[in-house]
């Protein structure tokens, strides 16, 4: 049999030096973990060019997400329909500003635009456990596998807070392309329960995990299913 379709839910294109700087290349390399993430102002003509959804990352971007001066674009977005994807969790760059990557400041933003897609990059690393209870009081914001496996016991820790939450329906495959392909995120799932072998511990079932795999991304992307 042939494999189900993934969709890659979180990837990047771009090229360096072209669009990021000599400081951020270098704050990568040396993070040993090459996330790459591009920096840039939140732009309301945006919704005038053809958008499918939207990037934001406040920790990069240095704006407070419950801001309501950036409401009219939240409130644009849920007009046309485009899926936001925000990098809410940590980062390395010496220039980000981590206060504004705590992922319960899209509460407002989620409560006041019910319908707006959402999507939390990399299940919020490190504060997985705030993403669980985000995502399940509110029916249009999901979270991404992108980039967690390099931390297997944090990564096995979110998935078993996810079951117990009752969320595991609404996490995403992505990648976070270049950092790692989507080949490396399935090998990763495939593996999260390696650290927990031998003990008593709870086990991610393969059922949970072909769910993350093969069935989640349809409800968020129903045009692709």
Avoid at 25 to 51: F, P, Q
Avoid at 56 to 71: I, M, S
Avoid at 173 to 183: C, E, M, V, Y
Avoid at 192 to 204: D, S
Wanted: charged fraction near 20%; proline fraction near 8%.
């Amino acid at each position: 049999m042939s494999q189900p379709p993934i969709i890659d839910c979180h990837t990047h294109l771009f090229w360096y030096p072209d669009h990021l700087s000599d400081q951020y290349a270098g704050e990568a390399l040396a993070s040993k973990l090459v996330k790459l993430k591009r920096s840039g102002g939140l732009a309301y003509s945006a919704i005038s060019m053809k958008l499918r959804g939207l990037k934001l990352g406040p920790v990069y971007q240095h704006f407070d997400p419950q801001d309501r001066t950036y409401w009219p674009l939240f409130r644009k977005c849920q007009q046309y329909n485009l899926p936001i994807m925000w990098h809410q969790g940590t980062t390395f760059p010496s220039a980000a500003r981590l206060k504004w990557g705590l992922p319960l400041q899209l509460e407002d933003i989620a409560m006041d635009f019910p319908d707006l897609r959402m999507i939390i990059a990399h299940l919020g690393h490190p504060w997985e456990a705030d993403v669980m209870v985000l995502i399940r009081k509110c029916p249009n914001v999901y979270t991404d596998i992108s980039a967690v496996h390099y931390r297997p016991w944090r990564y096995w820790q979110a998935l078993v807070t996810a079951m117990e939450y009752g969320v595991e329906q609404k996490i995403l495959p992505g990648s976070d392309f270049p950092s790692a392909t989507l080949d490396n995120v399935i090998a990763g799932l495939r593996n999260v329960n390696a650290i927990v072998e031998g003990t008593r511990l709870p086990k991610i079932p393969v059922e949970v995990q072909d769910l993350i795999l093969y069935e989640n991304w349809k409800a968020m992307f129903p045009q692709w299913a």
